[in-house]
């Protein structure tokens, strides 16, 4: 896959900042940071795409990729060899920590960083993170799954540069869209149903900051002919937690320290 496979503004968000590549025939320098949301209801690709992107970091770039809070097995036994040194898997709540400049994958949003009934809401890590991860590590980019934009906290979609990745949503699902989307989403459904041969669109995307289509090609380390075992590793990581994750996941459990009982000054 070449430098020019994707999208300029999906390439823009890839390289590395400053890296030069070839746009309509003119050197352009890249800026290295934002965020690239890849939207699709269940079963609609937006995983194996996602790692489509991260292999073109791999690449093409030296930047680290963080596979955020994916299983150590995973990690361990399911990577592509040509992966292997480049990749880790902190959580993003950690992203201070991180001084290099990263290329983060955050799958399954809506379970990782909606947990509306927390008051460490997740979301809201999301959007203030938008704000400062040019200012990390030399800039860093955020690829992040969704099954809606209007499940993620709108202050996360205003304060850095968005290169959005559109693919099947459900019609019955469409009008739950922000409005501000949801004609571009209609739009990009339309596209997709002019070419795609699968039945969910996975075989292009929609990228939204160009209006244009494009093929989604399937990675081969995904095929389950060649190497199941490490194919469903990736495909599916999150069953690869232990019982104990998965609860925390669902629930949006956090654990926080008791607050002490105020003590009155009449009752000392």
């Given at each position: 896959?070449d430098k020019?496979a994707?999208p300029?503004s999906i390439?823009?968000?890839?390289?590395?900042?400053?890296?030069r590549?070839?746009?309509?025939?003119?050197?352009?320098e890249?800026l290295?940071?934002?965020?690239?949301?890849?939207?699709?209801?269940?079963?609609?690709g937006?995983?194996s795409?996602?790692y489509v992107?991260i292999?073109?970091?791999?690449?093409h770039?030296?930047?680290?990729?963080?596979?955020?809070s994916?299983p150590?097995?995973v990690?361990d036994?399911?990577?592509p060899?040509?992966?292997?040194g480049?990749?880790?898997?902190?959580?993003?709540?950690?992203?201070?920590?991180?001084?290099k400049?990263?290329?983060?994958?955050?799958?399954?949003?809506?379970?990782?960083?909606n947990?509306?009934?927390?008051m460490?809401?997740?979301?809201k890590?999301?959007a203030?993170?938008a704000?400062?991860?040019?200012?990390?590590?030399?800039?860093?980019?955020?690829?992040?799954t969704?099954?809606?934009?209007?499940?993620?906290d709108?202050?996360?979609?205003?304060?850095?540069?968005l290169?959005?990745?559109?693919?099947f949503?459900?019609?019955d699902?469409?009008?739950?869209?922000?409005?501000?989307?949801?004609?571009i989403v209609?739009e990009?459904?339309?596209q997709?149903?002019?070419?795609c041969?699968?039945?969910?669109f996975r075989?292009y995307?929609?990228?939204?900051?160009?209006?244009?289509l494009?093929?989604?090609?399937?990675p081969?380390?995904l095929?389950?002919?060649?190497?199941?075992?490490?194919?469903?590793?990736?495909?599916?990581?999150?069953?690869?937690?232990?019982?104990k994750?998965?609860?925390a996941?669902i629930?949006?459990?956090?654990k926080?320290?008791?607050?002490?009982?105020?003590?009155?000054?009449?009752?000392?």
């Amino acid at each position: 896959m070449d430098k020019n496979a994707f999208p300029p503004s999906i390439v823009n968000l890839l390289l590395a900042e400053g890296q030069r590549w070839k746009v309509n025939g003119k050197m352009r320098e890249a800026l290295g940071t934002g965020i690239i949301p890849i939207t699709a209801s269940a079963r609609g690709g937006k995983t194996s795409l996602s790692y489509v992107l991260i292999d073109y970091v791999i690449r093409h770039t030296n930047r680290p990729v963080i596979l955020d809070s994916f299983p150590q097995r995973v990690i361990d036994e399911g990577l592509p060899e040509h992966w292997k040194g480049r990749v880790s898997n902190e959580k993003f709540s950690d992203l201070a920590k991180i001084n290099k400049p990263a290329v983060w994958l955050l799958d399954d949003n809506a379970v990782h960083y909606n947990s509306r009934d927390s008051m460490t809401n997740s979301s809201k890590l999301l959007a203030r993170a938008a704000g400062v991860i040019s200012h990390f590590g030399g800039g860093m980019t955020v690829i992040f799954t969704t099954q809606l934009l209007s499940g993620i906290d709108l202050s996360f979609l205003r304060f850095t540069t968005l290169a959005p990745i559109i693919r099947f949503i459900d019609p019955d699902v469409i009008n739950q869209e922000r409005k501000e989307w949801r004609s571009i989403v209609q739009e990009a459904q339309y596209q997709l149903r002019r070419v795609c041969q699968d039945e969910r669109f996975r075989d292009y995307f929609y990228c939204s900051k160009e209006r244009t289509l494009c093929l989604a090609p399937f990675p081969a380390f995904l095929n389950k002919d060649i190497d199941p075992i490490k194919a469903d590793l990736l495909s599916r990581p999150m069953r690869y937690h232990t019982e104990k994750d998965r609860q925390a996941m669902i629930s949006g459990e956090v654990k926080r320290a008791k607050k002490k009982k105020k003590v009155h000054d009449d009752e000392q």
